[in-house]
């Protein structure tokens, strides 16, 4: 059985600076929204697996964020940490129609 996606509103896609992060919050979850240089927006788990430090003022470079903390980078295509450091976040869908970007959860 499918489970239908709830879509959730970010922002108006103009508003997302590239290489910016923004968090948003989802039944309690947090969820970290970028936008690539290229356009793209990908989301990914809010919370870095190592200290739980907040990826959404991370630094993003090409595709991935360095956590502000102690700097593990985390993929935004699969959000696996890379090696030699372990762990992932959650990944997520994004859309963009009309202009405005949304996560599907």
């Known amino acids: 059985m499918t489970q239908v996606k709830q879509k959730v509103f970010v922002a108006n896609f103009e508003e997302l600076r590239p290489r910016i992060g923004r968090e948003i919050m ?24 190592h200290k739980q430090g907040p990826l959404a003022e991370g ?12 700097e593990y980078k985390v993929s935004l295509l699969d959000g696996k ?11 997520y869908e994004t859309a963009i129609e009309d ?3 949304y996560v599907l959860v």
């Open 99 to 101: 202009g405005k970007v």
């Open 81 to 91: 940490v890379q090696e030699p450091d372990d762990g992932c976040v959650a990944t």
């Open 59 to 70: 630094i993003v470079s090409g595709e991935y964020v360095y956590c502000p903390l102690h």
């Open 26 to 49: 989802v039944d309690g979850s947090k969820i970290a929204v970028f936008r690539l240089l290229d356009d793209r927006v990908k989301a990914i788990g809010g919370v870095c697996p």
